[in-house]
């Protein structure tokens, strides 16, 4: 199978669903002409689909969100960039109070199919504000979905999911992915919310993982398994829905869970998986729930004290090593 | 436009009366004394238009086309109102007349005004947004951003500033150095007209221009109609901060007393003609009371519904 980028998936996804569908349109900073967004992600869509459909805004992020969600309740699908995941918080209340909770007020009588992309992550040596991973905040409001792909393949099926969706769709994207490749069938093709992947099998340890850390754990388990640990590695793919059965078949086959996620410690998606399994089948464990997640601290810029916070494959050997 | 505003008095007092027989759940803005603004503006909108609107918002669904006993249901938080009780007097929509909903986050509307506006725009159809806001959400920050971007895009939004004086206690003139709101439309580039917001001829005259503005691709409008509540800000609000000349004042100007003195001139409507009109509302509202009463509550599991489409 051919080999792309996590990038190119998730311009080959928004390019194949704006010309299925011409109600499909971007907006965001920087998304069009000259950059083709931070990340390079929109790049060359103005060229194909012009700068109506591909549009360039203010820094405005609540108005792009507002916007966004004004466009989709009255017959159009917007995908809202913003361009760094610790923005969201300009545009919280579009999301949070408006997007999310407009179905549900209003009695169910109109949909917001809406997507909003954005890349979380550490690890570029950007500091404070354009660094952190906050899935978690997003995961704690109902009527939003949370899709946390973690490879080309799944991030391209994944934004087509969403994209035709009828629900507002929160995209996480991560920056330390963009380049990394990845095989991605060139033939039709979607990934489901709400299912999660399995993207190693093992025995001994089960590592939920999202996003960057699913990469971390393959390496730890591919590292274990000369040492005679057979881990299995679960990849949610989607925080909102999150698919619990899978998450809990795995653990009651392995006995041993070990939660890795780039967010906060504290309240954050470790807490919330680690919490679900604890409630629905402790009787399966073997031993105590480990988490790997970044302190409660703010990200830092210089090299060694971001790579100190940033959960890694050391880190995560060390939990498993604990229960294993 | 006169059985409009009616209407709209009529409800809102049966509302408040409803409030203190304890059938109201929660807390009520009602817009008494500001119904030549939603009446003005939505007289010159086709159904197939949009608005959107506020907390303060039973006037604009009701001069927008929406069915007085669903929005009385809704209000008393019943399964047949708009929606399906999960909404209540602050969330009420009906998508069927391009009411897209009030947002009861102050300032909020505006960009999902601009949203729609965007829509139209996409889609190649010529209708407009009308967006409905207080003189409180001129300080928000999307008051900014939506208007520029509106402005900048030339999309079909008229930006309607109900200005009646106070963001709940706080009086306009300690928060804004501007007489008019109207004038901050100069740092956008689009028109700013500031109107009696108590004359619904001259809120009518001022909406006609900005809709056709909008209808012709020229772009948005930002009118300022200003105005005053009769009560105060909410339910529990004695609005003790307005000094009573200035009631006074304003009450003088109640802009359906002074509606109903221009229609009574000669050449125009009679008097039967009028307490006809007043009959038939006041019986509209009876029946919407009457069914709003008498429908059942939703099951409490219906809370867990309709989070997701």
Same mark, same amino acid.
């Given at each position: 199978m051919r080999k792309i980028t996590y990038k190119e998936a998730l311009r080959e996804a928004l390019r194949e669903e704006m010309r299925r569908d011409p109600t499909v349109f971007l907006l965001g900073e920087?998304? /069009?002409?000259?950059?083709?967004g931070a990340f390079k992600v @929109?790049?060359?869509l103005v060229e194909e689909f012009g700068d109506e459909r591909v549009r360039d805004t203010p820094i405005s992020e609540s108005a792009i969100i507002g916007a966004a969600v004004g466009a989709a309740i009255t017959g159009t699908r917007p995908v809202a960039e913003?361009?760094?995941?610790?923005?969201t918080a300009l545009a919280m209340d579009q999301i949070a109070n408006q997007a999310a909770k407009i179905h549900y007020m209003f009695g169910g009588q109109v949909k917001v199919p809406l997507v909003i992309r954005t890349p979380f992550g550490a690890?570029?040596?950007?500091?404070?504000?354009?660094?952190?991973?906050?899935e978690a905040w997003f995961m704690h409001v109902p009527g939003l979905y949370v899709a946390v792909p973690s490879t080309p393949y799944d991030a391209k099926g994944l934004l087509k999911t969403a994209i035709r969706g009828s629900n507002p769709v929160f995209f996480c994207e991560h920056k330390l992915l963009y380049p990394m490749e990845g095989a991605v069938p060139e033939d039709e093709y979607t990934v489901p919310f709400g299912v999660a992947d399995v993207k190693r099998k093992g025995s001994d340890v089960t590592i939920v993982a999202t996003l960057y850390m699913v990469h971390e754990a393959l390496s730890v388990a591919k590292g274990l398994e000369a040492e005679g640990i057979s881990v299995e590695v679960v990849d949610p793919? @989607?925080?909102?829905?999150?698919?619990k059965h899978t998450i809990i078949s795995s653990v009651k086959k392995t006995g041993r869970l070990v939660v890795v996620s780039?967010?906060?410690? @504290?309240? /954050?998606v470790s807490a919330e998986i680690a919490a679900t399994v604890a409630e629905e089948?402790?009787?399966?464990?073997d031993a105590p729930i480990k988490r790997v997640a970044e302190p409660d601290t703010p990200i830092p810029f210089s090299p060694p004290l971001e790579q100190y916070v940033i959960p890694n494959e050391k880190s995560i050997i060390k939990a498993v090593r604990e229960i294993a | 436009m006169y059985k409009k505003m009616f209407e709209i008095r009529r409800f809102e007092e049966k509302v408040f009366e409803l409030y203190a027989q304890n059938l109201v759940p929660g807390t009520i803005h009602l817009y008494a004394g500001e119904e030549a603004i939603a009446v003005g503006v939505c007289?010159?909108? %086709?159904?197939d238009d949009y608005i959107t609107s506020t907390h303060r918002g039973h006037g604009h669904c009701i001069a927008k086309g929406a069915e007085l006993k669903r929005i009385m249901a809704e209000i008393l938080g019943k399964k047949t109102g708009y929606c399906k009780g999960k909404g209540g007097s602050m969330h009420i929509a009906d998508f069927n007349v391009g009411m897209l909903g009030a947002t009861a986050?102050?300032?909020?509307?505006l960009p999902i005004a601009v949203g729609a506006g965007l829509s139209i725009k996409l889609r190649g159809t010529d209708n407009v947004v009308a967006c409905f806001f207080g003189d409180g959400a001129s300080n928000q920050g999307t008051f900014h951003e939506a208007i520029n971007m509106a402005a900048i895009w030339k999309l079909p939004v008229i930006f309607v500033c109900?200005?009646?004086? !106070?963001a709940m206690g706080t009086r306009q003139s300690t928060v804004m150095?501007?007489?008019?709101?109207?004038? %901050?439309a100069i740092a956008y580039g689009i028109p700013g007209v500031a109107v009696d917001g108590n004359n619904v001829l001259t809120v009518y005259e001022a909406a006609q221009k900005a809709v056709e503005r909008a209808r012709t691709g020229q772009g948005p409008t930002l009118i300022e109609c200003k105005t005053y509540r009769h009560?105060?800000?909410?339910?529990?609000?004695?609005?003790? !901060? %307005?000094?009573k000349e200035e009631v006074e004042e304003w009450l003088r100007k109640d802009p359906i007393k002074r509606f109903k003195e221009k229609l009574l001139q000669?050449?125009?409507?009679l008097e039967t003609e009028i307490r006809q009109i007043e009959k038939e509302v006041l019986t509209k509202i009876e029946e919407a009371v009457k069914f709003a009463i008498e429908s059942p509550h939703p099951f409490a599991e219906e809370a867990l519904e309709d989070v997701y489409a």
């Open positions: 920087d998304i /069009g002409r000259y950059w083709g @929109t790049k060359g913003i361009m760094f995941g610790d923005l690890g570029v040596n950007i500091a404070a504000h354009h660094s952190q991973s906050l793919r @989607t925080l909102a829905p999150l698919d780039e967010d906060c410690k @504290t309240a /954050g089948a402790i009787d399966y464990l | 007289s010159n909108l %086709r159904k986050v102050v300032g909020a509307g109900e200005n009646n004086v !106070y150095l501007v007489e008019n709101i109207a004038d %901050r009560k105060g800000h909410s339910r529990i609000d004695p609005a003790k !901060y %307005r000094p000669p050449n125009t409507l």
